[in-house]
C-alpha cells in the first residue's frame, strides 16, 4: 500500500485488513511449507509459523478481504504443517532450530508462533481431519507443558535464562492453551504471571526486558506489549488492561513521526533507516477502547510507507485487533496526527519536544558498561528528526563504544547521573561526568533550523584537551558531503577522519551543519552491535562531527536546505 491520500480515508479495521491480506497474498507458500530440513528434522525458518492462523481467518472468511477466501489448497498447506510441525517436535516438547550455514541446532519453543497456534486449533480444530486434529492437541499440549513447568520455576524463585519478552510470548500462549483444553492450573499460572508482569512495568509504562537491558526500554517491550494483549483480550483482566494503557501513555509520547520507537534512551537498539513503524503497537493498542487513540496514530503512520514484508507481527496479533474492531474513525491524516507537543516522562530524565515540522529527544539516562554478554552503555544522549528528512541525528546507542559518546572528557564518556526538562520549543539536558557537568539545549529558530548549545564546566582547573561535543549522523550513507572546495559522497570505499582549523561548515545531502568552532569529520563511524557483523557494518555506518569544548562553549546551527 502506497502513501496516497486515499489511505487517509481508511478506517482502522479496514487499514488491518487490508495489509492483512497483503501479507497473507506474499510467498505463502515458503511460510506455510517451506523451510524444513527433514533429514536433521529442524525448521530452518521458525519465526513465521504463526503465520498459519492469519491464513485460517483468511481461508474462513474471519479476514474477508483477501483472495484466499475458499481455498482449499492455501488450507491444505495450513494442514500440511501442521502436520510437519508434529512430527518434528521431540518429546519434551521442543523443535530444532538449523542454522542453514552450519550444523549447529538448538532447541527452540516457538515462542513467538506458539499463541497463534494455540488460536488455530482452538478456532479451526474442527477443520482439520480427526487424526491430525489429535496429533495437533498433543503437539500443543506437549508444548504447553513445558511452559508451565518454566513459568511455574519463575514464578517459584524469579529464574529464567530468556527475555521478558519470551516469557511473556509464553505466558500467553498458557493461558490460551488452558481455556482451549480446561486446564485451569496453567490458566492460574499465567494469571499469576501476569500479576507479576504488572507489578514490574514501571511507571513509565515499560518493562526491563532481563538483567542486562534493564531500560527504558522501547522497542523490547513492542513485544511484551503484543502477548500482554493476547492474554488480555481473551481474560479482560483489568489489571492487564491498566499496563497496556499505561504503555500506550509512554509509547505515544516516544514515537518518532513515522510510527518507529525513539531509541536514544533505549540500551540496547539503534534507529535504522527506512524501518517500519511497529505493527505491534498498533495490534495492541487497537483492541482496547482506551487505547485505540494511539492504534490510529501509529497506523497513520503505517499508511504513509509502502507495505514491507513485516509477516511476523502482521499475523501474530493483527487479526486479533481486526476482529475487536466493529467500526473505527478515520485514519488521522498526517497534519492530525502530529500536533504539537512537549513532555518530559514520570520517572526517567527523558524529554521530547515536537515543534512541526521538528521533534528531538535529550535523555539524560546513564548506565555504566559491565562485563556481562552485551555491555550495553548509555552514552548517545539526543536525537533529532525533521518531517522532511526523517531522523538526521542520533537515534540511540550504541553498545559499549566510547567514540559514540555525544560528550567525551579524555577517558570519561559515560555519564553518572542527569536531568533533562522540555518546554515548547526546546529541550535542555544536563549530565554529569565526574567533577564535570556537561550541558547540551535545543532551541527551535525556525522550520528550517534549530541551534544546539553544548557547553561544559570543570570543577576545578581546566577541561581534558580531547574534550568533544559529538553528534551523529545515522543515515549518511549515499548522501554527498560537501565543505569548502570539497565534494564526495559518502559510500562503501570512502574513508577519511578529518581535522581542519579552516572549516566550520559543512553540508551532508540536505542538512547543513554551522558552528563557532572547527569541524571534527569522520566516516565510517560503525558502531560495535552483536546484531551486525563485519559483513553488514557498512549500511549502519553513521557520519560522525565534533566539537572542541576545550576553548569554552560551543553552537551549532542545523539547517534544512
Keep these: ?154 514464578l517459584r524463585d524469579g529464574s529464567r535464562e530468556i527475555g521478558l519478552n519470551i516469557l511473556t510470548a509464553h505466558m500467553a500462549a498458557l493461558w490460551l492453551g488452558g481455556q482451549l483444553f480446561n486446564e485451569t492450573p496453567w490458566m492460574d499460572t499465567a494469571k499469576c504471571f501476569f500479576q507479576h508482569l504488572a507489578q514490574a512495568q514501571s511507571a513509565d509504562g515499560f518493562w526491563p526486558d532481563d538483567e542486562d537491558h534493564t531500560g527504558p526500554a522501547t522497542l523490547y517491550n513492542t513485544i511484551t506489549l503484543r502477548h500482554l494483549a493476547e492474554y488480555a483480550a481473551a481474560s479482560r483482566d483489568p489489571t492487564a488492561i491498566e499496563c497496556i494503557e499505561r504503555a500506550a501513555r509512554f509509547h505515544d509520547m516516544f514515537g518518532y513521526p513515522d510510527g518507529t520507537c525513539v531509541e536514544t534512551f533505549d540500551e540496547r537498539n539503534r534507529y535504522r533507516g527506512q524501518q517500519q513503524a511497529r505493527t505491534s503497537l498498533i495490534t495492541a493498542f487497537a483492541i482496547f477502547d482506551t487505547t485505540r487513540h494511539v492504534a490510529e496514530k501509529y497506523a497513520g503512520a503505517l499508511a504513509d510507507i509502502e507495505q514491507t514484508n513485516d509477516d511476523f507481527e502482521l499475523t501474530l496479533l493483527t487479526v486479533d485487533a481486526y476482529r475487536a474492531l466493529a467500526s473505527c474513525n478515520p485514519i488521522p491524516k498526517p497534519t492530525d496526527r502530529l500536533a504539537n507537543y512537549n513532555a518530559s516522562a514520570p520517572t526517567i530524565p527523558a524529554s521530547v519536544c515536537r515543534a512541526t515540522p521538528w521533534q528531538f529527544i535529550g535523555s539524560a539516562c546513564t548506565r555504566h558498561n559491565h562485563a556481562r554478554r552485551y555491555h550495553y552503555d548509555l552514552q548517545n544522549h539526543l536525537s533529532i528528526w525533521h518531517d522532511q528528512l526523517g531522523l538526521v541525528l542520533g537515534g540511540g546507542n550504541s553498545l559499549h563504544d566510547p567514540y559514540f559518546s555525544t560528550f567525551r572528557f579524555r577517558g ?93 561548515s559543512m553540508q551532508l545531502g540536505r542538512c547543513r551543519v554551522e558552528t563557532d568552532r572547527p569541524l571534527h569529520m569522520d566516516w565510517p563511524c560503525m558502531p560495535i552491535d552483536i546484531y551486525n557483523p563485519p559483513a553488514r557494518a557498512e549500511q549502519d555506518a553513521v557520519f560522525r562531527v565534533a566539537v572542541s569544548l576545550t576553548e569554552g562553549p560551543t553552537r551549532i546551527r542545523l539547517t534544512v536546505e
Excluded at 570519561?412 to 544536563?430: I, M, P
Design 1 to 154: 500500500m502506497s502513501g496516497n491520500t486515499s489511505t487517509t480515508t481508511l478506517t482502522l479495521n479496514h487499514h488491518l485488513a487490508s495489509r492483512i491480506a497483503a501479507t497473507i497474498d506474499r510467498g505463502i507458500e515458503s511460510k506455510l511449507v517451506g523451510g524444513f530440513d527433514f533429514d536433521r528434522q529442524v525448521d530452518l525458518t521458525p519465526r513465521d509459523r504463526g503465520t498459519a492462523y492469519g491464513v485460517a481467518c483468511c481461508v474462513f472468511g474471519i479476514i474477508p478481504e483477501t483472495r484466499l477466501l475458499g481455498d482449499r489448497k492455501a488450507w491444505a498447506m495450513v494442514t500440511r504443517l501442521v502436520d510437519t510441525l508434529c512430527s518434528h517436535q521431540a518429546e519434551d516438547g521442543s523443535w530444532g532450530w538449523g542454522n542453514r550455514e552450519n550444523d549447529k541446532v538448538w532447541r527452540i519453543h516457538y515462542s513467538f508462533s506458539l499463541p497463534s497456534l494455540v488460536k488455530l486449533l482452538a478456532q479451526f480444530g474442527d477443520e482439520f481431519e480427526p487424526d491430525l486434529r489429535a496429533r495437533f492437541e498433543k503437539m500443543i499440549r506437549r508444548a504447553l507443558a513445558y511452559h508451565r513447568d518454566y513459568g511455574t520455576q519463575f
Design 412 to 504: 570519561h564518556y559515560l555519564a553518572d547521573r542527569g536531568t533533562t526538562t522540555a518546554d515548547e520549543n526546546s529541550v535542555r539536558t544536563t549530565l554529569a561526568y565526574g567533577s564535570i557537568t556537561a550541558t547540551f539545549n535545543i532551541t527551535v529558530l525556525n522550520d528550517r533550523s534549530l541551534q544546539i548549545d553544548a557547553r561544559a564546566t570543570p570543577a576545578t582547573g581546566k577541561l581534558p584537551a580531547d574534550s568533544q561535543f559529538s553528534l551523529h549522523f545515522p543515515q549518511a550513507r549515499g548522501q554527498t558531503i560537501t565543505w569548502q572546495t570539497h565534494r564526495e559522497t559518502l559510500g562503501p570505499k570512502t574513508r577519511f577522519a578529518m581535522y581542519d582549523e579552516n572549516i566550520q
